[in-house]
């Protein structure tokens, strides 16, 4: 089933619609707002956006704390 929809010419044609409804200078960005809802997806299912959330705000307490 899922590999008659992930044919080359079935995403032609999708790529094709959004560029269409989004037009050339907008895509780039949905691209990016895609992929970085991804990257959080996939990051709070594993775990490890937290984990990173808390070392960056550990790292910016000590580089505070420095100066």
Known sequence: MLT????PTHLIIVLIVALLVLGPKRLPEAGRALGQGLREFKGSVSGA?????????QDGSREMDAR
């Not at 008659?4 to 044919?7: G, K, P, T």
């Not at 956006?49 to 705000?57: F, I, R, S």
């Open 49 to 57: 956006h937290a984990d990173d959330a808390e070392e960056v705000e």
């Open 4 to 7: 008659s929809i992930l044919q």
